[in-house]
């Protein structure tokens, strides 16, 4: 029986929950962050503007387009029939007007599952590069704490600070001073949800108790009559009790990784784990989350499995880039933005390493590697199925952990859904109105139209025809006379009306990462390739 997910109740609940994310336009004061940043303003317009609206359909324009504080207002035709029929006409102006003439203007990009690390990383530095790339709205792990995550969330809001929007991701009963015997009993579940969406939880997520199918699915019911979601990255130590079916038929939101798809597909309850096999030995872990891949019984997962996942309603969050590295690790290591723009915390963090999470390449062979080749082709096959199907594909990176660089990752997690089969108009809308489905957000944001708040991002050419051209360094194309030149990328990210100057916050990158490596010699990586004075 399919979960319906829809009470009377819904639309108070939303509002109660929302209400710092729904700053009234009057209240709004421009700000202006150095060199960085400025705005909102009064009136702002974007002219000659090709428009990818977000939705799935193909660039329409140009339009001029009036973004009024933090909301688009007006969106002006200027395309050649419209223009014939308009005759001579006044352009609309503003306080700023930005010539967008050969750009293109998509929605903001939709993380919906990131990682902030700890200190020494500095936040700007996740902050900065997120929004380099297009990234608007973020929903990042609480990592220093959920109290913490919600107050940066509320600084954001209040755009005290350069940064996204934030939904923090919370476990089931955070910050609540109940016992574990009383969060594990389903009948509490209600009064927990409405607690934790009282404190602002918009995102819950149940991998901590997947091991309970009654007290699952109360919570996945809780959650979402109080106006949140609920996302799941299920356990391989509980996908015996909970696959990626049973987790969709007991109403979750979202299924993240690729755990639970190939075990719902076997003929037996479990995978066949080899029997020194140990879950706390992230080596272990890894290398049997690529090989129950190789057990998959495909016919049933594209089919029987696939259609299940669309009937119950559930979305997918693949975030494939953040497991890219196991099937190369070589090339993980040597990604090109590694030395000016990958902090040294995160290269330390990264390095092989039983004390630290998702650093568990220290025995990591090339039949594992091989695994995970067919993993990735298998997964692949199943997005696709899912997607054909009528499911529906949300966006996130689950980056900072195993050499997935903020921003940077954010632009491979889309050619990796590309490269799943999904047409580019589908990854892109994967990442914004699709993302904004999954947050229940979809009437204020991941779309460009009036009405809905101004997080956009201008691109130097179209990403439909190189998703390449998203990442800060743009890419290599030809121009009208053959030419070889680089494209400049995302040229300006547009949060709530703030318009960011992208290459200046790239430059500040660069001076934190610079500043990281300090007296830093090599490591087990890269020594082999250093060049010894």
Same mark, same amino acid.
């Given at each position: 029986m399919v979960i319906t997910k829809y009470t009377p109740g819904f639309?108070?609940?939303?509002?109660?929950?929302?209400?710092?994310?729904?700053?009234?336009?009057?209240?709004?004061?421009? $700000?202006?962050f150095g060199d960085l940043a400025e705005g909102p303003y009064d009136r702002l317009v974007i002219q000659n503007a090709m428009v990818i609206p977000g939705h799935g359909g193909p660039p329409v324009g140009p339009y001029d387009i009036v973004i009024e504080k933090n909301m688009i207002t007006e969106m002006i035709p200027f395309d050649p029939v419209t223009a014939e029929r308009r005759g001579e006409s006044n352009r609309p102006t503003?306080?700023?007007?930005?010539?967008? #003439?050969?750009?293109?203007?998509?929605?903001?990009?939709i993380d919906l599952h990131a990682h902030l690390r700890q200190e020494p990383m500095p936040l700007e530095y996740i902050y900065y590069l997120k929004l380099a790339h297009g990234v608007t709205t973020l929903g990042p792990a609480s990592d220093r704490g959920v109290? %913490?995550?919600? *107050?940066?969330?509320?600084? /954001?809001?209040?755009?005290?600070?350069? /940064?996204? @929007?934030?939904?923090?991701?919370?476990?089931?009963?955070?910050?609540?001073?109940?016992?574990?015997? &009383?969060?594990?009993?389903? $009948?509490? /579940?209600?009064?927990?949800?409405? #607690?934790?969406?009282?404190?602002?939880?918009?995102?819950?997520?149940?991998?901590?108790?997947?091991?309970?199918?009654?007290?699952?699915? /109360?919570?996945t019911q809780s959650v979402w009559e109080n106006g949140g979601v609920t996302g799941v990255h299920i356990p391989p130590s509980y996908t015996a009790v909970i696959d990626a079916v049973d987790a969709a038929r007991l109403g979750v939101t979202f299924i993240l990784?690729? %755990?639970? &798809?190939?075990?719902?597909?076997?003929?037996?309850?479990?995978?066949? !784990?080899? =029997?020194?096999?140990?879950?706390?030995?992230?080596?272990?872990?890894?290398?049997?989350?690529?090989?129950?891949?190789?057990?998959a019984d495909k016919e049933r997962l594209l089919n029987e499995v696939a259609d299940s996942l669309v009937a119950y309603g559930v979305m997918m969050q693949p975030t494939q880039v953040v497991y890219e590295a196991n099937r190369d690790i070589i090339r993980a290591q040597s990604l090109p933005w590694h030395e000016k723009y990958t902090h040294q915390s995160l290269i330390e963090w990264?390095?092989?390493?039983?004390? !630290?999470?998702?650093?568990?390449? &220290?025995?990591?062979?090339?039949?594992? *590697?091989?695994?995970?080749? #067919?993993?990735?082709?298998?997964?692949?096959?199943?997005? %696709?199925?899912?997607? $054909? $199907?009528?499911?529906?594909?949300?966006?996130?990176?689950?980056?900072?952990?195993?050499?997935a660089t903020p921003g940077f990752s954010n632009i491979r997690e889309l050619q990796l859904l590309r490269e799943s089969g999904m047409h580019s108009l589908e990854v892109l809308k994967s990442a914004t109105h699709n993302s904004a489905k999954a947050l229940r957000i979809e009437d204020k944001t991941g779309l460009v139209r009036p009405g809905y708040e101004a997080d956009l991002i201008l691109v130097?050419?179209?990403?439909? &025809?190189?998703?390449?051209?998203?990442?800060?360094?743009?890419?290599? @194309?030809?121009?009208?006379?053959?030419?070889?030149? =680089?494209?400049k990328g995302i040229i300006h990210t547009i949060k709530d009306g703030i318009v960011i100057n992208n290459d200046k916050l790239m430059e500040e990158v660069a001076r934190m990462v610079k500043e990281s490596k300090k007296g830093i010699g090599s490591n087990i990586a890269d020594e082999p390739f250093r060049i010894k004075e």
């Open positions: 639309l108070i609940t939303f509002l109660l929950i929302g209400l710092f994310h729904s700053i009234s336009t009057d209240l709004i004061a421009q $700000k202006k503003g306080d700023r007007v930005i010539d967008a #003439e050969g750009k293109y203007v998509m929605p903001g990009l109290e %913490y995550a919600m *107050e940066e969330a509320r600084r /954001a809001e209040r755009n005290e600070i350069l /940064a996204p @929007t934030m939904y923090p991701l919370w476990s089931w009963g955070s910050t609540l001073d109940y016992d574990e015997i &009383y969060l594990n009993d389903p $009948k509490n /579940a209600p009064r927990i949800a409405k #607690e934790m969406a009282e404190n602002g939880a918009r995102q819950v997520y149940l991998n901590g108790i997947a091991w309970n199918q009654k007290l699952f699915q /109360a919570a990784h690729h %755990y639970g &798809y190939g075990e719902s597909s076997l003929d037996r309850s479990v995978q066949n !784990y080899p =029997r020194d096999y140990n879950f706390d030995n992230e080596n272990h872990r890894f290398i049997e989350a690529g090989r129950v891949w190789q057990e990264n390095l092989p390493d039983p004390a !630290y999470h998702g650093s568990f390449h &220290y025995d990591w062979t090339s039949d594992d *590697e091989q695994t995970w080749y #067919e993993a990735y082709d298998l997964w692949g096959d199943l997005i %696709y199925a899912f997607n $054909k $199907k009528g499911g529906t594909v949300a966006y996130g990176t689950d980056d900072n952990y195993i050499w130097d050419g179209s990403p439909l &025809y190189n998703l390449r051209f998203l990442y800060s360094f743009g890419a290599v @194309t030809l121009d009208k006379d053959n030419e070889m030149y =680089r494209t």
